[in-house]
């Protein structure tokens, strides 16, 4: 595992932790608007992003998001606690729209002060209109120009335009089109996510339009992140991802393992999603008429056969046995293809720090450019 110095201020000692020096900030739309001091957010991983990831994030001058969707709304409430013990620093929330309880959830949320709501799929009107006369920033995902011109046309504060580099259910558009594509299409802020881990990245997505960077794979890969270190170790000696449909039925960005490899070949994912989704009942409480009433939502949002929302049980159980159980041989591991950049588990503060000051070491570079179109030497 490589450890990697931190740039620092001009002419100071690098090593392997954080400059004591704080890096500078970059004032975006989305540091004025969240109150962050750096447009760096961590995005809502089932299972993965729990409160002390969440917490170092925020602590660290980043966004810390809760990934709640994949908890019971008292682990939740409780996680929430935790982070606002930890830290005073604003963070936020993933949950799902569709979920029967997602209005128990939200109240949760403007009771204890939570500063952005998160969404994978697009919220209801009613639950944007009721986050934001509480105060609370609503910043859903999206995958599409359209899915984005939508929210923003229903008030939400913020969108995360994901491209098809990103991990878990992704489409198939890359960051560099998707994203220039809505920035020239809404006029509210757009946070880019899909492809980015460095200091580069952060300023190739500023570059774009984009006032910010979201990042999963990267902060999963981290000494704050719980997953425990064998599947970390998968992570950092896999450079190789695919997209697959065989884990829930529709596209969705792995680490390409033997598992994965025997799901694309088996004749019995049906079989195994019945179980799967028994096993998911039992931990998360829901009845099987919850179920069924999800898997109807999940029908008519998604254009899913029965076979296909079947198969979606598989998700929380196969993610959960890999991120929670330890089991990378038996379970999936959603990633990003930026996967194969990444070499070490740095701190969440160590990372922000490395990425502002190697976005400014960038920024500086290209102010030192000539932009008369004469020929210079580099700088000393």
């Known amino acids: 595992m490589t450890s990697h110095p931190v740039p620092g201020p001009p002419g100071a000692a690098t090593g392997a932790s954080a400059p004591a020096e704080e890096p500078p900030g970059l004032v ?26 969440a917490a170092a994030t925020s602590a660290a001058g980043g966004l810390g998001v809760i990934a709640a969707a994949t908890m019971p709304i008292e682990q939740m409430t409780a996680a929430i606690r935790s982070v606002k013990e930890r830290t005073d620093a604003p963070f936020g929330v993933n949950i799902r729209s569709d979920a029967d309880d997602a209005r128990e959830r939200i109240d949760v949320m403007i009771r204890e002060g939570v500063r952005v709501a998160s969404f994978a799929l697009a919220p209801k009107r009613e639950l944007i209109a009721r986050l934001k006369d509480a105060g609370v920033l609503t910043i859903p995902s999206v995958g599409a120009r359209r899915h984005a011109e939508k929210v923003a046309a229903w008030g939400v504060d913020a969108v995360i335009v994901q491209g098809g580099e990103g991990g878990g259910h992704t489409g198939a558009v890359p960051t560099t089109v998707l994203l220039p594509q809505v920035v020239d299409a809404v006029d509210i802020p757009v946070i880019a996510a ?25 902060f999963l890969l981290t000494s704050d992140s719980t997953v ?26 792995v680490l390409r393992t033997p598992f994965v490899d025997s799901l694309e070949r088996s004749r019995l994912r049906l079989l195994r999603a019945v179980a799967n989704g028994a096993r998911f009942k039992r931990l998360s409480g829901m009845s099987w008429a919850a179920m069924i009433r999800e898997g109807r939502r999940m029908r008519h949002g998604r254009d899913l056969t029965w076979a296909q929302v079947l198969q979606a049980a598989n998700t929380p159980m196969l993610l959960r ?16 293809q ?43």
Do not use: N
């Open 28 to 53: 975006t739309r989305l540091t004025e608007m969240v109150g962050c001091r750096h447009p760096v957010v961590q995005t809502g991983m089932g299972y993965v992003a729990g409160a002390r990831l």
């Open 194 to 218: 899909g492809g980015f881990c460095d200091g580069r990245g952060l300023v190739a997505a500023l570059s774009y339009g984009a006032c910010g960077v979201a990042m999963g794979t990267r």
């Open 228 to 253: 425990g270190d064998e599947v970390k170790k998968v992570y950092l000696g896999t450079a190789e991802t695919v997209v697959t449909t065989r884990v829930d039925g529709v596209p969705h960005r």
């Open 321 to 336: 046995a890999a991120m929670v159980d330890g089991r990378a041989d038996l379970g999936v591991m959603a990633s990003g």
């Open 338 to 380: 930026v996967v194969g950049l990444i070499d070490d588990l740095p701190s969440c503060a160590e990372l922000i720090g490395r990425i502002m000051w190697e976005a400014h070491a960038v920024l500086d570079r290209l102010d030192r450019l000539d932009r008369s179109g004469r020929s210079v030497p580099p700088p000393k």
